[in-house]
């Protein structure tokens, strides 16, 4: 296993902010978002030696880890969480975003 990448509520990428969040315990995750075009997704990098979400358990047993998100929104947890309300496309490019990140693992 090279690392648990985990993908947590990335359907609401905004174009405007264009930005995904990733929180990590993985030693070089810098370097796996190296060499991407400019116009691609800004990525917000979030260290922690405490993380308290879906990752801790693989950090706390010294496994790399990654969690991916887009952030909260104002439908999270609602009956108001529709579909329609889905960026399929942004979707698409955090797809190519891991596809990218994988690669260089």
Do not use: W
Not at 12 to 32: G, H, I, Y
């Amino acid at each position: 296993m090279k690392a648990l990448i985990n993908l947590d509520m990335v359907g609401r990428l905004d174009e405007v902010e264009n930005r995904v969040q990733v929180n990590q315990c993985f030693a070089k995750s810098d370097s796996l978002f190296a060499g991407r075009a400019a116009d691609d997704i800004r990525v917000t990098i979030e260290v922690a030696d405490r993380i308290s979400n879906d990752l801790t358990v693989f950090c706390e047993a010294g496994l790399p880890a990654l969690s991916i998100t887009t952030g909260l929104h104002q439908d999270y947890h609602r009956c108001s969480d529709t579909a329609d309300k889905i960026n399929y496309l942004g979707m698409e490019r955090i797809l190519s975003l891991i596809r990218h990140m994988v690669g260089r693992m």
